[in-house]
């Protein structure tokens, strides 16, 4: 496969370096060179520009910002001196993470169940069961379970009722579907897997949000993908879609994983236009997109109108491959994932089936057609959002009374938010705040490549007196990060859910 590199544009890197009044501690203007440096530098740690992208030569980018080549050239040697710029002799400069800079992948582990009552748990993006609903569906699966007992249990692509009680449910959303687009899962991450093991050779490349979901981009790593970073907008904005269509048109990525519904980790819901966009520039460029709804209903905030699914924009059904699971709109525990995809599609995923799991747990599958075939589902997610958004409502309030100075945008769905922690790392934040009884994901978990350092992931988990405590121990923790104490070591590897 050919090389690739992201390359910034000299007008584009003008743009994102918006003009501000850059001064030092003491209040003294800074140098422009330094200026531009920590702008750049800046851009690199929030994702805005990947990691290993070509900067502008030093000519193109002085006339960009209207400033001497003298001014670029003291900025790029600042970069390089601190790490955050490499360079070589007749090949350019391009952006880099300095070294030493440990990029948090790998040792996943949840929180020991002993350890719960001391610790308080913000690592996992999961509320505990809906109840009396759950029980209710697992005693309605378990009363089905005699008509299937006496088969041999197999059920590759999922049991036919609950194929056809998804396929129902895709349809009354407007997109009409057959039980023959449907493959049954072991959850979301299952559905993921298996589309990115058949449909994706090692070392072919995937477009990704960045930030986006961290157990998805070990995944992909896992299966020797090669990731491409696409960054979001700033806030709640959405995809930056003139980079998406760089990305599709340059990199050629074989698939493109995005969360166009309450994204996790920004909470960002997309709407219409950009949905329609990106399923266009991704057929255009023979690229899959990945639609991961598994957030869709978990709708906090009333909305006039809610965006139609990305299968709505892909009419013939070949761009869009859509994954749902009752694991984040029910229950953790519910390992029950879907596919909702082309027949022929589905057929592939299936035969590949054969060697990875063989399907899904039974009486799993029972209880959740046991939830769609009546008002159990609609019931449990409508609970599952009162306490969400009641527990959303209780962290912001604690944040800002605080930690005034993080910076954050409200989402009105899903069970995350993405919070600036101003001039304090988050991966030092988190090592701080594990020895202080709060666990929390630093930013760099959601990047590709190290960057978003001076962020954190929160979830919707905790609220009232516990939601106040966390946030009191971050606060804490944020002292001992800029006093310098309590930072030393590694921490525990963190769960991420």
Not at 87 to 104: F, K, N, Q
Not at 259 to 281: C, H, K, S, W, Y
Not at 408 to 427: K, L, N, Q
Request: charged residues 20%.
């Amino acid at each position: 496969m050919s090389q690739w590199t992201a390359t910034v544009g000299a007008s584009r890197l003008a743009r994102l370096l918006e003009p501000r009044d850059r001064r030092s501690g003491d209040g003294r203007r800074v140098p422009a060179y330094r200026g531009l440096a920590d702008g750049v530098r800046l851009l690199v740690l929030e994702g805005r520009v990947p990691v290993a992208a070509r900067l502008p030569a030093e000519r193109e980018l002085a006339v960009a910002l209207g400033v001497s080549r003298t001014t670029v050239a003291a900025a790029y040697e600042a970069l390089r001196a601190e790490g955050y710029a490499h360079s070589r002799r007749g090949a350019g400069s391009w952006t880099a993470i300095p070294d030493g800079h440990t990029l948090p992948t790998g040792s996943l582990v949840p929180l020991p169940p002993e350890a719960s009552g001391s610790v308080i748990d913000l690592g996992t993006a999961s509320l505990p069961a809906p109840e009396p609903w759950l029980s209710r569906a697992m005693h309605g699966g378990l009363a089905d379970l005699p008509a299937y007992a006496g088969t041999h249990g197999d059920f590759p692509a999922g049991l036919p009722v609950l194929r056809h009680a998804i396929a129902e449910r895709y349809t009354a959303r407007g997109i009409p579907t057959m039980p023959e687009q449907i493959m049954v899962t072991a959850g979301a991450m299952g559905a993921i897997g298996s589309a990115a093991r058949r449909l994706v050779g090692p070392g072919e490349r995937v477009a990704v949000e960045s930030p986006s979901y961290a157990n998805v981009l070990e995944l992909f790593r896992e299966c020797g993908s090669r990731l491409v970073p696409v960054a979001m907008r700033e806030g709640l904005a959405g995809w930056d879609l003139d980079a998406w269509r760089r990305v599709l048109r340059d990199a050629a990525p074989r698939m493109a994983y995005v969360m166009p519904d309450f994204q996790n980790p920004t909470g960002t819901l997309i709407g219409d236009d950009q949905r329609r966009a990106l399923v266009e520039a991704a057929r255009a460029a023979g690229t899959v997109v990945v639609a991961d709804e598994t957030m869709a209903e978990l709708v906090l905030d009333p909305q006039p109108v809610l965006p139609r699914p990305m299968a709505a924009f892909d009419p013939g059904g070949g761009t869009v491959i859509s994954i749902g699971s009752a694991s984040k709109a029910i229950w953790g525990g519910l390992r029950i994932g879907w596919v909702r995809a082309a027949p022929d599609v589905v057929r592939r995923l299936v035969t590949a089936r054969a060697y990875l799991d063989l399907g899904s747990p039974v009486v799993d599958q029972l209880a959740v057609a046991w939830l769609l075939r009546d008002t159990g589902w609609d019931e449990a997610v409508a609970a599952r959002c009162e306490r969400a958004r009641d527990h959303r409502d209780d962290l912001v309030a604690a944040l800002r009374d605080q930690l005034p100075d993080w910076e954050f945008a409200v989402p009105s769905g899903g069970m995350t938010m993405w919070v600036r922690t101003g001039d304090i790392s988050g991966s030092r934040l988190a090592v701080a705040g594990e020895r202080l009884g709060v666990r929390v994901p630093s930013g760099p978990r959601f990047g590709v490549d190290g960057a978003f350092e001076s962020y954190v992931r929160l979830p919707f988990t905790v609220g009232g007196p516990t939601a106040l405590d966390a946030v009191t121990r971050l606060a804490a923790a944020a002292r001992a990060v800029r006093s310098g104490g309590g930072t030393e070591g590694e921490g525990a590897g963190l769960f991420v859910a």
